[in-house]
């Protein structure tokens, strides 16, 4: 049997990572230590299209790593977690980053394309301390602030819980202060730890 058909049978004719049945071709995972069959996955058009354009990537559509990670297939793996990687800022992709366990070998495998590696011009949320901010942190208020449109001021020591990061501004974040969904300028919030 050809590498290709049991690349097809493994993956029961459908894509390796979200499922879907359409457009499906052989993707080779870069930097494999292995050749054929184990170095290869079977992927929809719409995957092998975001993994190949980042600025492309629909964070949305890659929810389905919360079933792939669990795939007995190390290639299939070490996918999951490159994306998971690339998506970690998002919150819900550092979550699962935390519960997928890769061998040592295929952890290599996995950080060998870079993946693993901060961008050193990716934008860095930064509190009025100078700590890093991550999305799910909790912030507090270091003074009073009046809400555009919100028709209250938040107060200095307002607790905000599960904080998101905008991703085209390092400057601001989002949180919820008195049941209200606000944008906050990171100067005037603090980490807690």
């Not at 052989?26 to 719409?46: L, Q, R």
């Not at 919100?150 to 085209?168: E, M, N, P, Q, S």
Request: aromatic residues 6%; charged residues 25%; hydrophobic residues 35%.
């Amino acid at each position: 049997m050809s590498i290709e058909k049991d690349i097809i049978k493994r993956s029961n004719s459908s894509c390796e990572l979200c499922g879907s049945t359409e457009s499906l071709s052989i993707y080779t995972v870069p930097a494999s230590p292995k050749d054929g069959i184990d170095a290869s996955i079977h992927i929809c058009n719409t995957c092998a299209s975001q993994i190949n354009n980042p600025e492309t990537v629909d964070v949305n559509h890659w929810r389905c790593l919360n079933d792939s990670m669990w795939s007995e297939v190390p290639a299939v793996q070490v996918m999951a977690w490159r994306m998971l990687n690339r998506l970690k800022a998002e919150g819900w992709p550092q979550d699962l980053l935390e519960m997928l366990y890769l061998e040592e070998d295929m952890k290599t495998w996995a950080e060998a394309d870079g993946d693993g590696e901060e961008d050193e011009f990716a934008i860095k949320h930064i509190d009025s301390n100078g700590v890093r901010l991550q999305a799910g942190d909790t912030v507090v208020l270091i003074k009073d602030l009046n809400v555009k449109g919100g028709g209250f001021t938040a107060k200095r020591g307002t607790a905000v819980r599960g904080i998101g990061l905008v991703h085209d501004n390092a400057e601001q974040i989002e949180g919820r202060v008195n049941g209200q969904h606000i944008v906050l300028l990171t100067q005037y919030v603090k980490k807690t730890n």
